[in-house]
């Protein structure tokens, strides 16, 4: 699998304060990717480096799909986090508008948008001003207006961002179909079971440098323990004494049992007292939602 997008160690910084510093990652044809990171952490700023809006203070950036040193911006797609649709403009003119900046040929671009708003549920609303609809609406119009000339990379700064879970599955289906047909895509969101579910890889920022990089399941054996969730009334047991348990959470029926980190799933059910009442148990790794707050809130990684 080729690259079509590579970083290297590019660096940016506002006056005395380093905002990306020294930041490398790679995107493939094909690929969902996924940058995580707190607010502030240095996305925006890597994502408006790679789109030419701001210039790194160091490093380099490089398309496969264009002449050294060059930004080929209409073979980019973009979805910003700060939506920026024309709001007393037909919607189906502000995407026409969009694809032909993007030198997209017009009466393919039509075509496209009106597959496009019928597949997304907007049938019908092609003359309907952007303020004339909803978030939800408008979200999925400015999606439609990123994909509609058929980038080859495709960044998308929270899509999902006011959309109902009906629509978030629109969204999600056509993100893998895009990336089935070879578009590279890079994905920044803060709803990490969507990412979990989607990215083939991430690069998590945190205060301007890499933190994590690589793919997703490796990422957990490497990094996250084990959890059991027993769904039962067990306040009369104490886990906590138990030697494969590193830390307890109980909400209700539910307790979270924090295997330490040479403990397995088998140390557990040897240890579990008889006496524990299990309705129903779940066992999994600790989620990509976990990492992500247990590093935002300063924690480390572990190098294992």
């Not at 203070?57 to 797609?77: C, L, M």
Request: aromatic residues 6%; negative net charge; glycine residues 8%.
């Amino acid at each position: 699998m080729r690259h079509l997008l590579r970083l290297e160690k590019v660096t940016k910084s506002f006056g005395k304060q380093c905002v990306v510093d020294n930041v490398s990652f790679a995107i493939n044809e094909g690929e969902i990717f996924g940058m995580l990171g707190p607010n502030g952490a240095g996305k925006s700023t890597t994502i408006r480096c790679l789109m030419g809006i701001l210039m790194p203070d160091a490093g380099s950036i490089h398309f496969e799909f264009a002449k050294p040193g060059a930004i080929p911006r209409a073979q980019i797609g973009y979805l910003p986090e700060e939506r920026g649709l024309y709001k007393n403009v037909p919607v189906i003119d502000t995407i026409l508008y969009l694809a032909r900046l993007k030198d997209y040929p017009v009466a393919k671009a039509k075509a496209r948008t009106l597959e496009y708003l019928e597949k997304f549920d907007l049938k019908g609303l092609e003359r309907a001003t952007v303020e004339e609809l909803s978030k939800g609406m408008a979200q999925k119009v400015q999606f439609i207006a990123s994909i509609v000339h058929e980038p080859k990379l495709l960044i998308l700064d929270e899509p999902f961002s006011g959309l109902d879970p009906v629509s978030q599955n629109i969204i999600k289906e056509e993100v893998r179909t895009l990336a089935s047909k070879g578009t590279a895509i890079l994905l920044s969101a803060h709803q990490m079971n969507l990412v979990e579910e989607l990215c083939d890889r991430i690069f998590l920022i945190h205060k301007g440098k890499q933190v994590l990089y690589g793919g997703v399941t490796e990422i957990k054996e490497q990094f996250a323990d084990y959890k059991c969730d027993i769904i039962g009334t067990n306040d009369h047991v104490d886990f906590s004494v138990l030697q494969s348990v590193g830390r307890v959470e109980r909400a209700k029926s539910r307790t979270t049992l924090f295997l330490r980190t040479s403990s397995s799933i088998q140390d557990l059910l040897l240890e579990l007292p008889p006496i524990t009442v299990i309705d129903e148990m779940h066992v999994d790794r600790i989620s990509l939602h976990d990492i992500f707050v247990h590093i935002a809130t300063g924690g480390e990684t572990d190098e294992r």
